[in-house]
């Protein structure tokens, strides 16, 4: 502790002031200079005398920091910032007393501390008048109000950012605490009020968030920080705080929160999709699987009774058409949670409807409709394998859904909306057509509109594909209908900016799908020609499962199959009897079919023999995991004759 400036002079009272050595005193003559200070002062002043200094030079206040004048009042209690030679800008208040009438007067500094928000504040002394000014300063720009609270008589002040928050005009006196409160969301003023009472008893740091009425009757959030302001002897004074509004990071929350609910939601309709699509599949392949084997043998012996061949065929079509629905709820899953992978360019509308129209011939003979097709030009931006699925998928309503000896009729036209150029291709029946309440629920999945009990089948999940594809693919689709005159289907796509990579015919099937093939498999009753013998090997735990491809693979003379129940067991017959295709179940009892597959390649008698992945497991997301992770394809159950024989067919129909 420095000394003090000379002895304390002998004026009344001011021995008394002495004792508050916590603060900085000095004494000021009539000409507004230190005729003496104590030690406290000269510390924090950071300099070796004050005497014959002004207190704006003592603290190097550019404000000229003094003492007013004969019509100034006998105390005045100002707020200050002052930077002393060395060290960390300060912040406090100063004190000017007059000890008596027209003679000298007291100068006290109290100190409030230092710091980098302190160093960062920028502006004169004669704009902090108040210490909700001082935290205007520090935030100003960012759009915060301030508040001060003195906690002996509760008065309270606002600056005119805290008006603006709540949307009302800036006005001299803050709002009453009841109008303050009427303003705040009823659900949050029991938290106001039990955060006013811990701030007026406490003294921490107190933080809530909070929702205010604005004029028009909407809500914002604001958020509210405010720290207690203590005297020398630690006692508090006040509470000096902010509010800020927050309503952006709520919005952007919930949007975050809803974000990942949606997702979380949509993976797990995902897995229960895919266990829903397992569980079906498993017992439909012994459905489909013994039909088709009894039709087989039936087939070869004409001595059968025709009724059984009958029931066959009910049963087989049943299974199919469960089967169908599957399929069609794991595609219109895919394409609504993003899964399926669609690739647009330039697809050619003539080519395509050519290649189209022959795959709904025979269904329109059946049904006995005739089919007119206009001018179709035009080129448009689409997937061409999911476009034909959409022309497919309304040109078959379009028949079934048609009257006896109806017409259907296909066409397109240029067309722009939006201010975008593209084509519509229009589909229109002369059908019973629809009326208002049928034409709003038309795309609902699995509303068929009160025709699930006639006698055309359908899943009602069709159109809801269609409409999901078209937006995938940026397009639109329109219905026009009326009872009694049939209904119009128009789909809208984009232009093709490039027509002259026009790809729409004869469109690839995708990767590891080779059910896509089936016009070209052999009948598996079909004699085939005797071959040197292959040896396959099957990982299966499910015995019908084993017992259906046993029965299948015995119709090829030049093959030999081999099973084994589990992964383990079946990794040690592949090195032990060396087949040359291996087929793997993809769910096992002791691992699955990756660390089949994984351990298969370890092993040098393996290492290059090809896998195929036959699974229930029919997400689209299975099928491209298996691929990238090795196997040379994937079938699916319920086990397409067809597909499963032709397969080993092309793999194995060179002589050995």
């Known amino acids: 502790m420095r000394a003090p400036d000379s002895n304390p002079p002998d004026e009344p009272g001011l021995h008394q002031l002495l004792a508050f050595s916590r603060e900085g005193l000095a004494l ?19 300099r070796g005398s004050l005497i014959g200094l002004t207190p704006a030079q003592a603290l190097d206040d550019q404000q000229e920091l003094q003492a007013p004048g004969e019509g100034g009042t006998d105390d005045i209690d100002l707020p200050i910032f002052w930077q002393p030679p060395r060290g960390l800008k300060r912040w406090g208040n100063v004190r000017f007393k007059r000890l008596e009438p027209g003679g000298n ?63 009302l005009a800036p006005a001299q006196q803050p709002l009453s605490n009841d109008v303050a409160l009427e303003l705040v969301h009823p659900d949050d003023r029991p938290a106001i009020s039990r955060a006013f009472k811990a701030m007026q008893a406490g003294d921490q740091n107190a933080g809530y968030e909070f929702r205010v009425r604005q004029p028009d009757g909407s809500y914002r959030w604001l958020a509210s920080r405010s720290i207690p302001v203590r005297d020398e002897s ?44 397992h569980e079906l599949r498993t017992p439909l392949n012994a459905v489909l699987g013994f039909t088709q084997l009894l039709q087989t043998q039936l087939k070869s012996n004409p001595g059968s009774v025709a009724n059984q061949q009958r029931k066959l065929a009910h049963i087989r079509s049943a299974g199919e058409h469960l089967l169908a629905l599957i399929n069609e709820v794991l595609d219109l899953s895919s394409i609504e949670s993003g899964g399926a992978q669609l690739a647009l360019r330039p697809v050619a509308l003539q080519p395509l409807v050519r290649d189209t129209l022959p795959l709904v011939e025979g269904l329109g003979r059946t049904h006995e409709i005739g089919m007119r097709v206009g001018a179709l030009p035009g080129s448009v931006r689409a997937d061409p394998i999911r476009l034909r699925q959409v ?33 519509c291709l229009a589909v229109r029946d002369s059908g019973r057509g629809l009326d208002a309440v049928q034409l709003s629920h038309l795309f609902e999945p699995f509303n068929r509109l009160g025709r699930e009990r006639g006698p055309i089948e359908g899943s009602g999940i069709g159109l809801a594909i269609v409409k999901a594809l078209l937006q995938r693919m940026q397009g639109q689709i329109h219905v026009h209908s009326e009872p009694g005159r049939g209904s119009t289907f128009e789909v809208w796509l984009q232009e093709a900016d490039d027509v002259s990579q026009e790809l729409a015919s004869k469109p690839s099937a995708p990767a590891g799908a080779a059910q896509q093939r089936e016009s070209s498999m052999p009948d598996p009753s079909s004699p085939q020609p005797a071959m040197a ?14 017992l259906v491809v046993q029965e299948l693979v015995a119709t090829r003379s030049n093959l030999t199959l081999d099973c084994a129940v589990d992964g383990s067991s079946g990794v040690a017959l ?15 009892p002791d691992f699955d079919g990756y660390e089949v597959l994984k351990r298969l390649r370890a092993q040098a008698q393996t290492a290059q023999t ?47």
């Open 574 to 588: 592949a090195a032990r009897m060396r087949p040359e295709l291996i087929l793997v179940d993809m769910q096992l």
């Open 533 to 546: 013998s292959h040896r396959l090997l099957y990982i299966e735990d499910n015995p019908v499962n084993v």
């Open 28 to 46: 000021l003559d009539t000409a507004g200079r230190i005729s003496w200070a104590n030690a406290r002062l000269i510390e924090l002043c950071d």
């Open 234 to 277: 630690g006692r508090i004074l006040k509470r000096i705080g902010i509010n800020w509004d927050i309503s952006d990071a709520k919005l952007a929350a919930v949007v975050s929160q809803e974000r990942a609910l949606a997702l979380h939601e949509s993976q797990a309709k995902s897995e229960f999709l895919a266990r829903m699509s």
């Open 610 to 656: 090809p896998c195929i992945a036959l699974s229930a497991n029919a997400m689209p997301e299975d099928i491209a995991r298996a691929l990238q992770a090795g196997f040379s394809d994937y079938w699916t159950k319920p086990i397409d004759f067809k597909v499963f024989l032709g397969g080993l067919d092309a793999l194995f129909s060179k002589p050995g």
């Open 391 to 423: 022309l497919l998928n309304l040109l078959s309503n379009a028949i079934k859904y048609n009257r006896a000896s109806g017409q259907v009729w296909l066409e397109s036209r240029a067309e722009a909306r939006d201010g975008q150029p593209g084509w």
């Open 105 to 167: 007067w007291l100068f006290a500094l109290q100190d409030l501390g230092a710091g980098p928000s302190v160093i960062e504040a920028s502006g004169s002394n004669q704009s902090l008048r108040t210490a909700s000014e001082r935290a205007a300063l520090a935030t100003q720009g960012a759009g915060m109000g301030t508040w001060e609270m003195d906690l002996a008589n509760g008065c309270v002040a606002w600056d005119d950012q805290m008006f603006l928050l709540r949307g």
